[in-house]
């Protein structure tokens, strides 16, 4: 007689996927004091606290990779946050797998022998290369998946819910390392053609000034759909992204390292005011440029001076 099969039958209730949600003002630290490894996203806002005893600022769109093994103290997002917590167990990914499993054999065995290189930046540990920016189409396609484990993990509808889960876990781990495999990929890339070389030193130097696709055209004679390719293939962005991401490297840093006004700032980068340079800084960080600043001098305080190279 056929007995239909309960997903009790067959999965351990120990082998947990879990999303916790957070809105505003929280400390989170607790919810890393767990043998799991953990998938932070932080959607909008800024987390500040301590991982493995060094202070950091963090601002959205991140991606945080962190092991059971990372000691993480004081981590609190600001009021303007939305913060996603992934935990698991690697059992979810296979059932012969389990941390103390991992710690045992070295990461490299198991890679090979599991295929589970979507790991390797929980295992990191520098914790520059568990921290991933990626930019705001991304962060948008990375919440949808999360919103639908969310959703099989709540709403559980028949048997395979555990496997629907699995599954977007595993998606989602597949993106981070795409973007360890396309960093690695661009520090092995050709040198930038010459013509597209060029292209990128006149932005560089004219920052201030608009630029359009069509004005590059009229200039260097290649064609928008042209540039767009270059942009993706060189520096795995867009022509406007990039644009957005150089003004906004240089307002950190005169925001770090001058008393620059907001409009003086805004100037430099090519914003008519200082108002819209508030609005685009506050897009691009999630905080406004008077805390960034107050935030950055704060730090510089705190660290010990270092020659600068020669």
Known sequence: MYQELQIEDFIDEEISID?????GENDISEYFNKEQFHLVFLSKGKLSGNIDNRKYNLYSPLIICLSDRNVVEKFV??????????SF???VLNQNLNIEHIYYKTYTQLSEK????????????EVSRKCFSINQQSAQSYL????????????????????????????LLYFIENIMLNYMSKKQKDIIPTEFAN?????????????TLKFLYDNFYINANKVEELFNIHYGTTFRKYIREKRLEIAKDKLRFTSLSNKSIASLIGLSTSQNFCKFFK???????E???KEQVAERSEEPRLKKPV
């Open 19 to 23: 999303v916790q949600k957070f809105l």
């Open 77 to 86: 997002c600001d009021r303007w946050s939305e913060v996603y917590i992934i």
């Open 89 to 91: 167990n690697p059992i």
């Open 114 to 125: 599991h295929y589970l290189k979507q790991l390797e930046p929980f295992m990191e540990k």
């Open 144 to 171: 949808n998946r999360i919103l639908k484990l969310e959703k099989y993990l709540t709403e559980k509808k028949d048997s395979f819910w555990y496997f629907r889960a699995r599954s977007e876990l595993v998606v």
């Open 199 to 211: 292209i990128i030193k006149y932005i560089d130097e004219h920052i201030s000034e608009t630029i």
């Open 283 to 289: 897009s691009m960080t999630g905080t406004s440029p």
């Open 291 to 293: 805390v960034f600043r």
